[in-house]
């Protein structure tokens, strides 16, 4: 599945072989089913057995976040992921598994991406950076592509496509793919994402593809392709109707929204909002709103535009999604209502693990938590805490979380 594109058809002799074995009745076992299942019959007929394999997860299951982690994207399950990552960093941290750290920390700073806590997964990227082995470039690439630092992004890109072609490793492409899509989506600059997007979905990849054809329906409606965007849109349900989460439910809601019928655009603008406000999403929540207000204002209904611009340019600012900001920046504009920019707050005095205390702390973790997370003593926690209230102008927790907003 890692050579994916580069691979030839290995993966397929790969899963006609484990079709003829038989699995051992554990949790390997139940994964090994389901991702044969779906390289053999396709993704419907794998959703139930890659679901049992999800479930029977335990504490002990942890070193097998690399394979748990995609499973639960492929599925569409924002919980999962959530729990998923956050268990696995949390065990890798007591049980001092250095091996398994940096694993853990990228795939948890992939899942804080999707819930706007870009800060947080960028502290916990330069941990993993730490450890001085080869990273996993997920977390790295997306939140570079959602940041919309257009140098930056593209250099990472560019550097993981030239190591994907080196190792073999296909699925890297699509990853690379699918974050110039989402780079260029944020920007505005649609015939970019939308050949970016063609060029990822053009492999099923695990984990990959469903996200892939959600940005390469918005590029193509932008671009005026209707026949890519409907053509996007019909891949895309056989998937999120499989899959029957919000996440999907949500997601395709948005691209029937974009590229289907238009008497029907805003119920599905409507849904997609509601359905994905219901998950931990808080990023893909926004850019429904972003993409409904942008309707909206096209429909000439300015006030309706202007709440939804709003609440996602407040997201998006929030977070540091600059490409995604300044779109809901210039639509808000253009219904009449100024933009300020947001000035440097006073989290920006903060160190890298000042600021990372300060947001454990606002999470309600105690001390001790704080510590055994991030291999500090409760009495350096407490330090830390003095020197970052000192910093905002504060006197207790109570205070943190207004202090860390006003930015």
Known sequence: MHAGRLGDDDLHRAADAARHAVPA??????FLTGLTVRATAGYGPAVPHLRRALAALTDDDAPLLWL???VAHELWDDAAWHRL????LASARVAGARSQLPTALTFRAGALVAEARFAEAADLLREAEAFAQPLHPSAALTLAAHRGDEGSATSLIEATVREAEARGEGRWLGLAGYAEAVLHNGLGRYPAALEAARRAAAYDDLALTGWTLGELVEAAARCG???AAGEARERLAERTA???TGWALGTQALAEALAGPPAAAEDRYREAVELLGGTRLVLQTARARLLYGEWLRRENRR???RDHLRAAHEVFAAAGAEGFAGRAGRELAATGETVRRRSAGPVDVLTAQEAQIARLA???RTNPEIGAELFLSPRTVEWHLRKVFGKLGI???RELAGALRER
Not at 25 to 30: A, I, N, P, T
Not at 85 to 88: F, G, L, P, Q, W
Request: no cysteine.
């Open 303 to 305: 006030g309706a535009a």
């Open 242 to 244: 499989a899959a029957g």
């Open 225 to 227: 392709d209707d026949a």
């Open 395 to 397: 006197a207790s927790r």
């Open 362 to 364: 606002v999470a309600g």
């Open 25 to 30: 009745q554990d949790v390997v076992g139940l």
């Open 85 to 88: 990552t956050e268990r696995a």
């Open 68 to 70: 748990s982690a995609p």
